[in-house]
């Protein structure tokens, strides 16, 4: 299937393109639901969301960001991921913050957010996510046909639908978005 300037197969065919966890993931799908996954291979040198976008002729709409957060409250400390297309912002201090429960919510570093979810920065995706976080999805991104989200790795895209992702363990769909931003 063609989107944007590139051709994707099926990702259950290429596992070579998904990082470890997000292959597990769909494999482990259940009833056939990872067989509209779809996954092209990519410049890791483009993966960041407005670079990929512009180059392979794909709105910025038509990709979500999957961003890892910590949160805290008292001595706890725990993880989520949030997605909203690449054209939106999340209200992370607002709605995120208050969804949580968590007093105190900031970016997950980059060398936590790559340990814990066993994927490359830049490439993070909701597929295989850790069992135990919670992942909230802007309304949009549910609500959309086809999209590009990362594989795990810097180096391909997947293409996904919106239903999919909601589909996913642990996901949420709550209105995330401040609205148009980067």
């Not at 639901?33 to 410049?43: E, K, N, S, T």
């Not at 038509?62 to 725990?78: I, L, S």
């Not at 999209?147 to 180096?155: A, E, M, W």
Request: one cysteine or more; a negative charge.
């Amino acid at each position: 299937m063609r989107f944007g300037t590139l051709e994707f197969t099926p990702a259950l065919d290429s596992p070579e393109l998904l990082a470890p966890p997000t292959a597990t993931a769909l494999a482990a799908a259940p009833d056939g639901a990872a067989g509209d996954v779809l996954v092209a291979a990519i410049d890791p040198g483009l993966a960041d969301t407005a670079a990929f976008c512009e180059h392979h002729e794909i709105s910025l709409a038509d990709g979500a960001n999957c961003v890892v957060v910590q949160a805290r409250r008292g001595e706890r400390t725990w993880y989520a991921a949030l997605l909203v297309r690449g054209s939106d912002r999340a209200d992370v201090n607002g709605v995120v913050r208050r969804y949580l429960d968590a007093r105190r919510l900031s970016f997950a570093s980059m060398d936590d957010a790559v340990a814990l979810t066993g994927m490359e920065y830049g490439g993070i995706t909701p597929v295989g996510l850790p069992a135990d976080w919670p992942l909230l999805l802007d309304e949009p991104v549910a609500a959309h046909e086809r999209l590009i989200v990362g594989s795990g790795i810097r180096g391909s895209k997947l293409l996904v639908t919106g239903r999919f992702l909601a589909g996913l363990p642990n996901a949420e769909v709550l209105a995330l978005a401040l609205g148009a931003g980067v």
